[in-house]
């Protein structure tokens, strides 16, 4: 039987990536989509299809109402950016990743898996200080201290396979791994049906990825 | 002005005493508690009681659902113990204080603040491995670096006054600071009205405290 790992997965590109890895590394994958009153809705519905599409063995998504503390343009009424600044942008959602992280590692100590997937990268980050080396190290630290896991048991590895590609690196691998790119939403501000905006940052990285990588990107625009 | 601090209170008497001492110390207290599917949910008709008597100067009831990776007595359908074993008890639930904290550390970034508060407690812990000094210390070693604060900032601090006090300390403390322990409620199935069931490890520990602190516990049990 393989062994069973937690993956979060998004609906984007990136986590689409990491979850056909994981898969390919051997790992029976239980995939973690986390709803945290995200605007771009639709990329939950992508997460449905990105794990039906790459064999999930489970797909759960935990709701964490994150509107309630707002401060981001992902989860309050601020407009997103059409285009990047220099400093952390005003799409960062305070605290996002460790929060997801940790949910995760919630979920790998019922499953009894030592081992939490994640698309975090530190290259095309946007300047987000929760998708660094460091950090991750740091988490993969604490999770450690935290857990029945890392205190009677084998302990908790944090994989972050993404962590040093490009944008186009990521692109390739998928293609190597086979990810049909199509059902994936990378968009900020993506519309009810997962057609993309073209203009944000997350838009502008996908499409330069792609472009790099020689690729054609399946995106649809509204 | 006083600084803001995010406080993680529960509805129990540690968090209430912990509030106590957050705002003895000149802090702004914005109180979080965290609906995580807990079988016990009028702790959290507790904590706006205790909020509302400690002067917070805001609180906030983030949801996040548990009980959709299940795996503890306080979010499954599985029997609270009424008595303490050996190792790590059922009643623990899987990463809870890394993700209580994580959602603490989001709301902390949107207000500018560099000070979380928590009841974490070493000696009374009933073997819970994210309640040691070492978890704390690792937990704001991933603040600082998951955050902007952390990044630009002044730094965040994870305060847990009460790490190395016993239970009649915390209950010592609580009546100094003038704590109406009547409305906390610390049974891990307290019935709607609060009432606790005397026999679970919290009741245990708690109707110890008080009395090797020589107070009276006002709990109402049924």
Same mark, same amino acid.
């Given at each position: 039987m393989s062994k069973p790992a937690v993956v979060l997965? =998004?609906?984007g590109m990136? =986590?689409? *990536?990491v979850l056909a890895i994981a898969r390919e590394q051997g790992f029976s994958c239980h995939a973690l989509s986390v709803a945290y009153g995200q605007r771009h809705v639709s990329e939950l519905d992508a =997460?449905?299809? *990105?794990?039906?599409?790459?064999?999930?063995?489970?797909?759960k998504t935990v709701t964490v109402d994150l509107r309630s503390i707002g401060g981001s343009a992902l989860t309050a009424d601020i407009a997103v950016p059409e285009q990047g600044g220099a400093g952390i942008p005003i799409t960062y959602v305070p605290a996002r990743n460790t929060i997801m992280l940790s949910i995760a590692l919630g979920w790998a100590e019922v499953l009894g898996s030592s081992d939490i997937f994640c698309g975090v990268n530190a290259v095309d980050y946007s300047g987000y200080p929760d998708c660094r080396p460091?950090?991750?190290?740091?988490? /993969? /630290?604490?999770?450690?201290l935290a857990t029945?896991?890392? *205190?009677?048991?084998?302990?908790?590895?944090?994989?972050?396979?993404?962590?040093?590609? =490009?944008?186009?690196?990521i692109?390739?691998?998928? /293609?190597?791994l086979g990810v049909d790119f199509a059902v994936t939403v990378s968009c900020y501000q993506a519309d009810e049906k997962g057609r993309a905006c073209a203009h944000c940052d997350?838009?502008?990285l996908?499409?330069?990825?792609?472009?790099?990588?020689?690729?054609?990107?399946?995106?649809r625009y509204r």
């Open positions: 997965v =998004s609906g990136d =986590s689409a *990536v =997460s449905d299809r *990105v794990c039906a599409l790459l064999g999930a063995a489970a797909h460091a950090f991750i190290d740091s988490f /993969q /630290q604490l999770a450690n029945k896991a890392g *205190v009677e048991g084998a302990g908790i590895r944090v994989h972050a396979p993404l962590m040093r590609m =490009s944008k186009a690196d692109a390739r691998q998928g /293609q190597r997350a838009c502008r996908r499409a330069e990825g792609f472009r790099d990588a020689g690729m054609i990107d399946p995106t």
